[in-house]
Structure formats: C-alpha cells, structure tokens
C-alpha cells in the first residue's frame, strides 16, 4: 500500500496522504475515549472484558459504547462483527427478556441480569465408514 497505492493516490490528489495520516488519529482518538468509557464504566465491579457483563450496563452505555464494548469482547477470535449485527443485538438486549444470538464466532446469552458470550462449539467431522 505505502510502495504502490499510497503515490497513486498521492499524485492524483495531492495531500491524500496527509489526510488519511490525520483520519487514522482521529479515529485511535475517539476508539481511545470509547475504551476510557468502558474502563470506568466496568471499574467498580468484578466484570472483565470476557464477560459476563451486568444486564445493565448495556442500558447505561451509549450506543456507541456498547458496541465497542461487544467488539473488544470478541475481538480474541479475530471475527469482528459488522455494523448491522451489532445494532441488531443491542436492541435485543434492550427491548427483550431473553436473548441468544451468534456473533462473531460466539454465542452471545442474556438473562434479565447477565449477558454472557460462549464460544461456539464446533461440531464434530462426520465419519465415513
């Protein structure tokens, strides 16, 4: 990319580099706040970022944050889940009693007090005999 589509870019529009230098800090910014949210937010409890987090932090979080707060959440596997899941869920953990949804290579479970993420298991290969 710095070697090929970086100059292309760079010669036709001038100052392209610069720009996309200057959105990529704006955005570690704001990913920055959004993490110093989640810290204090999940400070005064037990709850790590493997969860279980307390049903009630997704209310108090702002959209933003609680979407964060998923992605961190399952960031291990590498899976990130996409814009549309995320808004998805959250609005199941806000409007529903109960809900059980995959996301990003887990099986997100949430009881009125808890939302949990579980690894998905995987089944086993069938054998041909």
């Known amino acids: 990319i710095r070697r090929q589509v ?8 001038p ?14 910014r704001r990913l920055d706040a959004l993490d110093a949210q989640l810290n204090a937010a999940l400070a005064p409890g037990p709850t ?39 808004r998805k869920v959250l609005h199941r953990l806000r409007t529903e009693t109960s ?10 479970k949430a009881d009125p007090r808890a939302v949990r993420l579980l690894p998905l298991r995987s089944r086993p290969k069938a054998r041909v005999e």
Not at 70 to 86: F, K, S
Not at 100 to 105: D, F, I, M, S, T
């Open 15 to 28: 100052g392209t580099a610069a720009r996309l230098a200057r959105a990529a800090e704006a955005w570690t």
């Open 99 to 108: 809900v059980q949804e995959r996301l990003a290579g887990f099986t997100l």
């Open 48 to 86: 790590r970022m493997a969860g279980p987090f307390p049903r009630a932090l997704f209310a108090a979080l702002s959209d933003e944050a609680a979407f964060r707060l998923l992605v961190r959440a399952t960031g291990v596997t590498g899976a990130v889940p996409g814009g549309a899941q995320l």
């Open 6 to 13: 970086l100059p292309a870019l760079e010669s036709h529009s």
